[in-house]
């Protein structure tokens, strides 16, 4: 399977702290997506960065790629209890057309 | 409204009953995608649409079929379904491949 790990499985803080996961997948890519999911619920786009990119900025979220490390980090800053939540990287060959989802980070944020 | 919608949204079935999920969308997508969630093992991808009449294998693609006969709609078959296919599916679709994918709510099915 070509499917990414995310680090840590599980991470709980407080209301207003920053949130850091990571996500390591194994092969080339077009780029990395980074979703959210609510309990249960349908995958939520948060942000794409592309292969020529290192690092992208979206309101509260940052994130960076090293490809030469085949990783990449979410950033989420002056975090929310509504950011509780799984979230999950997400891949895009760039030999094919397929997805690969890492196995997600479950964030619990604490008001 | 743009969106992604999946019916049924719970099915409780038994073990080779064939059964079809449906999905369609509304934007004129052309890339068009099904996975399955378990615990501990995230999504992973059952079959794949580049756009109609073209369909491919994902990494766990045994045991379903797949078509697409028009562009907003991309239907999963599994015509003998076995308890370990018990999962959360989601549908999806994409402007092109590589691009953002919009999920459907998902559907919970259950096989005994």
């Known amino acids: 399977s070509q499917q990414g790990e995310e680090d840590p499985q599980a991470l709980s803080i407080q209301e207003g702290e920053n949130a850091t996961m990571n996500c390591s997948y194994k092969?080339?890519?077009?780029?990395l997506q980074w979703y959210r999911q609510n309990s249960g619920r349908g995958l939520v786009h948060l942000i794409l960065i592309r292969s020529n990119e290192r690092e992208k900025h979206s309101g509260r979220l940052r994130v960076t790629l090293d490809t030469s490390k085949k990783s990449s980090s979410l950033l989420i800053t002056a975090s929310r209890a509504a950011d509780t939540a799984s979230y999950f990287c997400a891949t895009v060959s760039n030999t094919g057309n397929q997805f690969y989802f890492g196995t997600g980070t479950s964030l619990t944020v604490i008001p | 409204e743009a969106q992604v919608t999946q019916n049924p949204r719970y099915l409780i079935t038994v073990t080779g009953k064939k059964l079809t999920v449906t999905c369609s969308q509304n934007m004129n997508h052309e890339y068009m995608s099904w996975y399955r969630q378990d615990p501990g093992l995230g999504l992973r991808q059952i079959y794949y649409?580049?756009?109609?009449?073209?369909?491919d294998k994902g990494d766990v693609p045994e045991g379903y079929k797949v078509s697409r006969k028009e562009k907003r709609n991309f239907p999963l078959i599994l015509e003998s379904p076995s308890p370990n296919q018990t999962s959360l599916y989601f549908c999806?679709?994409?402007?092109?491949?590589?691009?953002?994918?919009?999920f459907g709510p998902g559907t919970r099915l259950t096989v005994l």
């Open positions: 649409s580049m756009n109609v009449e073209a369909t």
């Open positions: 999806a679709s994409s402007l092109v491949a590589w691009d953002t994918q919009y």
């Open positions: 092969t080339s890519i077009n780029n």
